[in-house]
């Protein structure tokens, strides 16, 4: 016993002296230096490696031709017709300096009539409202076909990239339809001069940061949709629209910010939102996140898009899972869950508003008078209503 008291007596003595004292010091600095890189290093992990652009004037800026920019949207099918009405309608209800154009396949018939009761076609009213309630101009292109593929659907992904073509403008903003715009985008077309700008792909790890299609500020060019309509004609059969890009503009692209201009409907079914917020130590709050986006993309695999009726088993067991509460005492936050299933009624709501007859949700697995009750939901059969 007196040996071990002895012992530490000499550890006192030797640390009081100021030796001693200078070496803990710079231990304690060391280890500070090196929590300070730790982080650093966290912070490059979560965040891409090219900052952010930022629009160069501000959109009220006089000298501004606003005619030379264009919102771009294509359509293939009638599903996407309908989805990119809705877009042009939320960009209506919004406003935008810029005005809108919408490439559809050339063989689409703008007068076609049912010849039952002679009213125009689904189609047909679809692109006269365009053009007539939401001051579309209607642009029919031949849809770009790369000659040995057998999928249709990726075939027709590569029409985004004829916004390339739309030479007489200086700038066009394409934007996918599975999504909806909820804020003014027209400052991305005052990003600073480049062929292409587009925001990361942050939410798909491990596969590494890189640029998604679903927002595409282009710089329309002879040379470079001449570069384009090679690169597609000689793409591999895996190889869409986003791979083509990514390779002809690896280190020319520019990074449009995911928040605000980005958001997918999956952030709110996700455990992290440090790559979203870009920051470890900023707290998510999915109603701040939600009335910020400008613009989201629906994505949720394997929750089918949102003009399709998810089986209901599906979509309780994909939906977002309720949180342990900031609050305490037990209780739950099911904010993310009940934006999350807004976002999808708004979208069916807006569908029926907008599209109307021709365009119904499709799969009648849960109708819409479907009930939500202990955060499922419920065929109205099931609870006797
Ligand atoms: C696209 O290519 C496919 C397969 O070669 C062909 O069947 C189809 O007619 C083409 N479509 C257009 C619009 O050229
Ligand atoms: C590209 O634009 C030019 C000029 O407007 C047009 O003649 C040509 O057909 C377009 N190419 C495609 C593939 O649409």
Redesign the pocket.
């Known amino acids: 016993m007196a040996g071990v008291r002895s012992y530490s007596r000499r550890i006192r003595r030797a640390l009081s002296t100021p030796a001693a004292q200078l070496t803990i010091v710079l231990l304690f600095i060391l280890l500070g230096i090196r929590i300070v890189l730790r982080n650093n290093w966290d912070a490059e992990e979560i965040a891409p490696p090219i900052a952010a652009a930022r629009p160069t004037k501000k959109v009220e800026d006089p000298n501004i031709d606003w005619s030379r920019f264009k919102y771009v949207q294509y359509v293939t099918t009638p599903e996407y017709l309908c989805n990119a009405v809705m877009i042009w309608s939320q960009i209506e209800e919004i406003g935008s300096r810029a005005n809108r154009i919408m490439m559809y396949?050339s063989?689409w018939n703008q007068d076609a009539v049912n010849p039952v009761d002679l009213q125009p076609t689904p189609i047909a009213r679809m692109l006269e409202e365009a053009a007539s309630k939401y001051f579309v101009q209607l642009y029919p292109v031949?849809?770009l076909?790369?000659?040995?593929?057998?999928e249709?659907t990726w075939?027709d992904s590569y029409t985004k990239l004829l916004a390339f073509n739309l030479t007489e403008f200086d700038r066009v903003l394409t934007l996918d339809s599975d999504s909806v715009v909820r804020g003014n985008l027209d400052e991305l077309f005052l990003l600073p001069p480049a062929p292409i700008a587009m925001p990361y792909v942050w939410w798909g790890q491990p596969a590494g940061w890189r640029y998604s299609s679903q927002l595409m500020l282009i710089t329309p060019s002879a040379v470079e949709f001449a570069r384009i309509e090679s690169a597609i004609t000689s793409a591999k059969d895996d190889e869409y629209d986003m791979d083509i890009v990514n390779k002809l503009y690896k280190d020319q692209i520019l990074h449009i910010p995911q928040n605000p201009y980005d958001l997918l409907s999956g952030e709110f079914r996700r455990a992290t939102h440090a790559q979203y917020l870009g920051s470890t130590s900023a707290a998510w709050d999915p109603e701040k996140a939600l009335s910020e986006a400008k613009f989201l993309h629906f994505s949720d695999w394997p929750v089918p898009k949102p003009w399709i009726r998810a089986p209901q088993d599906l979509l309780n067991k994909y939906m977002p899972r309720c949180r342990k509460s900031m609050a305490g005492f037990g209780a739950s936050d099911c904010r993310d869950r009940e934006i999350w299933l807004r976002l999808y009624l708004d979208f069916a709501l807006k569908r029926k508003e907008v599209c109307g007859k021709g365009f119904e949700l499709q799969s009648k697995e849960l109708p819409p008078n479907s009930i939500m009750a202990d955060g499922k939901w419920f065929h109205p059969d099931q609870i006797g209503t």
Request: charged share 15%; glycine share 0%.
């Open positions: 396949p063989n031949e849809v076909n790369r000659s040995q593929s057998s249709a075939a």
